[in-house]
């Protein structure tokens, strides 16, 4: 082990140098914002089909727009010097950035996107196994530069080839740089264990556990980032979803992935995803809860399959001219069976009835006079007497329909629930007043996970080729079988904390999770190291991890620089003053979190006190007031928790929810309280 640092007079030298690299990349840079830009006019101009045209100026157009929209920052963090040795890159040396940038695109790199696969080794290379680097150079930035060259302030060399290696204070520094504002990327400090998630295989399915301050989230983003680059014809085609828990959150987390140069990523909550109605009504726990549970697939599948017989259906019979066209007796119900126990979507189904009794007719008008024109075919399917004859056997469904149909009529629901739920479940479920038809309900958000449910049934949904699943241990059995219909045929990055599960219906095992996610051979990968989270904080947590139904290995963190306060008090909004006062005087954002029911009476002795507080939208403020539900996903410098035992009675997993309110502090964390602590 040795200094990173060379003596100061080589530092001088080397920054000197490096700042005018960077003058160099930025020049190179600006010539390729605007060569896009012109080659999109060029573009717009080829002489080719219009479809060829259309193609080429959408793809023009899309890069010149990526380029444009890069926010502003430093063009490179990292410098890989290789040794002679070395079989492949041997004497070379590259710097790498967030993005490539050259010249020329005929010409070396100025710049190597940190995604290439001679970026990898600036993450995976240590002393002990160098992969023929010879230095690792890390640059230090100012704070917030804008990509200026004079804010290279300091570099830091890894001697790598000669077995030297130290804790670089330059990622030291990054990670714990006080956090106001949206999410940043981490491409430069990702750790190695992170790297080899983030460059997982597109066909992978990768399931993240990852405690409080491991780097999860970012690592999904920066997945999903590695995925648009190494496979961007696929991802193009088939698509890339990004699915959080909430609008806050996805608010928090937007300006990760264009900093990595990609935009236009569609990033949704589950319910933006699905959403065929406005959500108009609410349900009590008890109801939501039978509605998430994956018992509701099998009693969907009934009741939409009920509509489907052929029993008392007379037989089709299809007029052609003076001539009707009939089959053996028996033989339509026949075919309805036959397909019905192939079980496609419904609408399909309903479609590949038509189609054999079509085949059969056809057959006969063969024998009779042989084989008639393709006009003969279209019209016979078209018939008004087959249509009418298939709405009677497989009558057109709307998931509106099914639904209220079931949720409104004991009967129906009785019927379809047989042997799964039991009388008090069925009662849950049943609308005290059902609406006059589907079109006047009020549909809960828990309604809309069923309709989408029946929707899948009809008829198949459009998928992705990827899909990053945020806080996934929240997400129900049947919210995970929507996921799953979207990714049949791709893959996911499913990333939560079993222990900060909070929802009634919340993940206790992942390998259940991943079944219901339509992924049961996904790996499983636990992050336990954390970063951002300091050791005093998690120490604390830890604590709480005996009370939770989850078996989680406990976090540990590599910060020793972390503060933590218990403050009793006979005045908790007046002690609450007291601690965001002392947090101002600090550097960093403040984030004062407590139960739902307590945020008003919070805000009100912090605007007495003069202070103004902000919701949790406003991602720049300095002081923001947060329920205890919206925190998840979030960080503050400083925490300040409020009355946690008023958190963990607030709900059925309310220790799960302190769990997740003690671990949002990135460097600080105050507790107030009156009443005993719940750990």
């Known amino acids: 082990m040795t200094s990173l640092h060379p003596a100061p007079e080589d530092i001088e030298a080397a920054l000197h140098g490096e700042r005018a690299y960077h003058d160099t990349c930025a020049t190179a840079f600006a010539a390729m914002v605007d060569g896009a830009a012109e080659q999109v006019v060029i573009g717009e101009d080829v002489s080719a089909s219009g479809a060829d045209a259309e193609v080429l100026g959408y793809q023009l157009r899309s890069q ?107 990622v030291t520094q990054e990670i714990e740089r006080p956090r106001i504002g949206p999410m940043r990327d981490i491409a430069a400090t990702i750790q190695p264990e992170q790297d080899d998630l983030v460059r997982a295989g597109l066909g992978a399915s990768v399931c993240v556990q990852g405690a409080p301050g491991t780097g999860k989230t970012a690592v999904g983003l920066h997945r999903a980032a590695y995925l648009l680059y190494t496979h961007p014809k696929r991802i193009q085609r088939s698509g890339l979803l990004i699915l959080g828990p909430n609008r806050t959150f996805l608010s928090y987390i937007a300006e990760v992935l264009p900093a990595l140069g990609e935009t236009g990523i ?31 697939a099998e009693v969907l599948r009934r009741a939409l399959y009920a509509r489907v017989s052929a029993a008392d259906a007379p037989e089709p019979a299809v007029p052609d001219g003076s001539y009707r066209w009939r089959l053996p007796a028996g033989e339509p119900a026949g075919i309805v069976e036959e397909v019905r126990a192939e079980q496609p979507p ?115 949904p459009d998928g992705y080729g990827h899909i990053v699943v945020d806080e996934a241990q929240d997400l129900s059995p049947m919210e995970c079988r929507a ?18 599960g909070t929802t009634p219906w919340a993940a206790r095992d992942w390998h259940v999770q991943l079944r219901h996610l339509g992924k049961p051979d996904a790996v499983v990968v636990p992050l336990t190291t954390g970063f951002r989270v300091p050791a005093a904080v998690v120490g604390l947590a830890n604590r709480l991890l005996a009370r939770l139904d989850v078996a989680v290995p406990a976090a540990r963190s590599l910060r020793s620089d972390g503060e933590l306060s218990v403050r009793p008090a006979d005045d908790v909004p007046a002690a609450t003053v007291t601690a965001v006062r002392e947090a101002l005087a600090r550097e960093g954002s403040v984030g004062v979190v407590a139960a739902d029911a307590d945020v008003a009476r919070v805000r009100d002795a912090l605007t007495a006190a003069g202070i103004r507080a902000a919701g949790p939208e406003d991602l720049g403020a300095r002081v923001a007031v947060v329920p205890a539900s919206l925190v998840k996903g979030l960080e503050y410098d400083h925490v300040v928790a409020v009355e946690p035992a008023a958190v963990a009675e607030a709900e059925e997993r309310g220790a799960h929810r302190l769990y997740v309110v003690l671990t949002r502090a990135v460097s600080r964390l105050d507790v107030v309280h009156a009443r005993p602590l719940p750990f």
């Open 64 to 170: 010149a727009k990526a380029l444009r929209e890069l926010p502003e920052g430093p063009l490179f963090f990292g410098r890989l010097d290789f040794a002679d040795t070395e079989p492949e890159h041997g004497g070379q040396n590259y710097h790498v950035g967030r993005l490539r940038i050259t010249e020329d695109p005929a010409a070396p790199p100025l710049v190597v996107d940190w995604r290439a696969p001679v970026s990898r080794a600036f993450y995976q290379a240590s002393a002990r196994e160098p992969q023929g680097v010879e230095v690792r150079r890390r640059f230090g930035w100012a704070p917030g530069s804008r990509g200026a060259s004079a804010d290279l302030t300091g570099l830091e060399d890894e001697r790598l080839g000669r077995g030297e290696s130290q804790v670089s204070d330059i």
């Open 266 to 296: 569609r990033q949704a909550t589950l319910l933006d995803e699905i959403a065929s109605r406005p959500v108009t009504g609410t349900d009590p726990v008890p109801t939501a809860t039978v509605k998430h549970d994956a018992r509701m």
């Open 346 to 460: 419904y609408a399909v189904g309903r479609e590949r009835v038509r189609a054999r009794v079509v085949r059969r007719l056809l057959e006969q008008a063969e024998r009779r006079s042989g084989p008639p024109p393709n006009a003969w075919v279209r019209r016979i399917e078209r018939a008004r007497a087959l249509t009418a004859w298939l709405d009677a056997v497989w009558p057109k469904a709307r998931p509106e329909e099914v639904l209220a149909e079931l949720l409104g009529d004991g009967e129906a629901l009785a019927r379809a629930a047989d042997g799964l739920l039991d009388a008090g479940e069925q009662a849950a479920l049943l609308w005290p007043r059902p609406p006059r038809s589907y079109k006047s309900a009020r549909w809960s958000a828990a309604d809309l996970v069923l309709l989408d449910e029946l929707s899948g049934l009809i008829e198949h």
């Open 483 to 500: 996921i799953a219909r979207r990714a049949v045929f791709g893959s996911l990055t499913v990333l939560g904390d079993l222990a900060q």
